[in-house]
């Protein structure tokens, strides 16, 4: 497994990585919506909740999957843990707390391979951490500087995904 170059990106586009302790609440609360049927399931921290539009519904329905973690940490490693088999090819690593470099991450990562969110100093969240050793990626992209993602956490994530 090798670093990639760090590659500074921005962009207009969404990613879901704003999970928090109320989504994870919502996941339970929140109503099926009409024409689904939902099953959650815990996943040892948040909730994952899978609906699939009911036989007689109209076939305009597309599946739902709702996935909110403890925290936006937690959900970004869930949505990794959801989508993606051991081996990927690359991971893209990005600040979960202004998101702003998370939006290019999603851009460049086209669903090539998971954004992991992770705060821009400090420890990093186990929930990554062991997401990070289950995918045993190729190369890892830090997406940012180092006011986006510290020295110290390029050494903890490339510390876990060698596990």
């Given at each position: 497994?090798?670093i990639?170059d760090?590659?500074?990106?921005s962009?207009?586009i ?14 339970t609360s929140?109503?099926?919506p ?9 996943s040892?921290g948040?909730w994952?909740?899978?609906?699939t ?6 076939e305009t329905?597309a599946p739902?999957?709702?996935?909110g973690?403890a ?9 990794s ?9 690359v991971?893209?690593?990005a600040n979960?707390v202004?998101?702003v470099?998370?939006l290019?991450?999603a851009?460049?990562?086209?669903g ?8 821009a100093e400090g420890r990093?969240?186990?929930t990554?951490?062991?997401?990070l050793?289950r995918l ?6 830090i ?5 986006s993602v510290?020295e110290g ?5 490339t ?5």
């Amino acid at each position: 497994m090798r670093i990639r170059d760090k590659v500074i990106l921005s962009a207009a586009i969404a990613v879901a990585l704003a999970g928090t302790a109320a989504a994870a609440a919502a996941v339970t609360s929140e109503p099926i919506p009409p024409g689904y049927t939902c099953k959650s399931v815990y996943s040892g921290g948040g909730w994952i909740r899978s609906c699939t539009a009911d036989p007689a519904a109209p076939e305009t329905q597309a599946p739902v999957t709702q996935v909110g973690g403890a925290d936006r940490f937690e959900t970004s490693a869930m949505l990794s843990s959801i989508s993606f088999e051991p081996g990927v090819d690359v991971a893209y690593i990005a600040n979960g707390v202004t998101l702003v470099d998370a939006l290019g991450a999603a851009a460049a990562a086209k669903g090539n391979g998971p954004v992991l969110a992770v705060p821009a100093e400090g420890r990093l969240p186990d929930t990554v951490a062991a997401e990070l050793a289950r995918l045993d990626p190729k190369s890892i992209v830090i997406v940012g500087g180092a006011g986006s993602v510290s020295e110290g956490m390029v050494a903890q994530v490339t510390d876990a995904a060698a596990q």
